[in-house]
């Protein structure tokens, strides 16, 4: 067994793979975060709940109607996307001539029912959910054992932030979202529907937010709280990255992820907030946040 | 400004006032004393709260760290040092404060959504310093505070003399917010919170004046928090946890956002209500939720604010 820093090499790699997840789910869920907040000026509060919500779809299609893993992976998104749409149409949509916070207020008001009811019909203790049977195992990668399934989830994830970033910055409809993103009124003079893609918006990236619910249930058990311990650090990383960026944020949720992880090797008490010390780090530096435009 | 103002109230003001004094006053002879001390505990919390968001629009969604840390600041200094009550709870105010000079001085460097997105992000700093802080107990948290004896003679063990301090730290800190939102300070805050670059091109350095906005708020929270732990005699994690940040949020949205009376309302109605609901467990959290959409949807004023509507006064 080979050393680094005084570290053994496999303890270093296993909490590097364990930080590379984090910052996997990082990503996924503030690049929902920013294009919501691009589109709507709304900070969506309910995200950490409707990615625990995910992970619950997934183990009731498991559960109840024999879905499995792959089906459930894209058919979650899709159901809690429309489940977003529902809250959008009904409720967020009445919010956008007020004051930003007030969506604020509004979506953390949405999580604390959503995770409530998880809370009510499961416990706080969760449910388990198996592993799919091709991803089970592990391999060996020489300089360490890999879990076939964490390695698959950093792939997942890291091939869906390509795709949200190729939408975005590559396709005629990414232009029209970033257009009204930009200029709505002016966008909408050109025929085009904003709220309809307002709302679509919304969905997309609450869909996001359930893809990593998805991918997470078989690491963490699926329990209702699951998302709100989750969502405040996923906070911390908006601010250190800033909203205004894809790629910012996709580059700064892995990167973070793999800070956290390598604490967890090197000073195991300091894991639990080094993001919430490098974000103040950042405000000291950089105020604006890494990729942030200045306000 | 009318000529008859006292105090910087307006005659419907005082009025509201006398009546809300002579209620404090009466109360624990009708009512349970400690549940009493409770909602005025949380009433200066709310009001300390309100103090930013009603009257500087800044949305603080950290504040239990000061609330919890006063807690625990006075706790320990009244078990661990045998500090007197009232030396006890003015550790924990200047707990509240130094803390939220602290993050107060990080957090305004960024506007609007991102400055509550920072306040509730150091708040979780703080739950998780005190999760290992050794001092705090961890999860058992400070147990068997002492209340003492009142500048060393009088004894506060019975609930009514406890009360007595509690009503008069509420009347205290209530009426320093309302005479801080009165004063040629506060006008500056308001004018803050209505337009943030028109006051800075009148030369006023909002930085400094939104800082000092938030210290003072953060003291408050400080002193509701460090008394709240001398009624108690115990200091937990809850009090430092983001729930209780939200839980605040609710009472001064309920009683109206802005109003001087709104936050106690707001105070007497939450925990009133999560009294009666104790035994629902997790559905208060569920039925939280769901007064929060209906106050965002349409009940933006809140209680007090609706009130004052319909009999065209300020509250």
Redesign the interface.
Known sequence: MFMILGYPAPLMFGQLLLGLINGAFFALLSLGLAVI?GMLNI?NFAHGALFMLGAFVAWGLLNFLGVNYWVALLLAPLIVGFFGVLLEKT?IS??YK?D???G???T??????????A??EFGSSGVPYPIPSQLQGAMNLGFMFMPIYRGWVVLASAIMCLITWLIIEKTSIGATLRAATENAPLVQAFGINVPRMITLTYAGGVALAAFAGVLAAPIYSVNPNMGANFI??V??V??IGGMGSILGSIVTGFGLGIIEGLTKVFYP?GS??VI??V??IV??VR??GLFGKA? | MPRFMMFGFSRPQLIAFLVMVALVAVAPFVLYPVFLMKVLCFALFACAFNLL?GYVGL?S?GHAAYFGMGGYVAGYAAKAWGFTPELAIIAGTLAGGVLGAAFGW??I??????F???T???G??AY??C??APFTGGEDGIQQIPRGNLFGMISLKSDLAMYAVVAVVFLFGFLLVHRIVHSPFGQILKAIRENEPRATSLGYRTDSYKLVAFIISCALAGLAGGTKSLVFGIATLTDVH?AMS?EV?LMT?LGGLGTIFGPVMGALIATAMENYLAQA??????I??????A???AF?KGVIGVLAERLKIQL
């Open positions: 907040f900070v409720l009445r919010l007020l930003h916070l007030y604020l207020l509004l953390f008001g949405l999580a604390l029912v959503i995770e409530g009811l809370r009510n405040i650090t906070f911390a908006v601010v008490q639990s907030v919430f010390v974000m103040v405000l000291l105020p604006a306000a | 968001i949305l969604f990080l957090a460097r960024r506007q609007g959504i991102y509550a997105m920072i509730l992000a150091l979780q700093m998780f310093f999760l290992q983001n939200g949020v949205l467990g997790a559905w208060v959290t569920v939280q939720g769901v007064i929060f959409v106050c965002v949807l933006r």
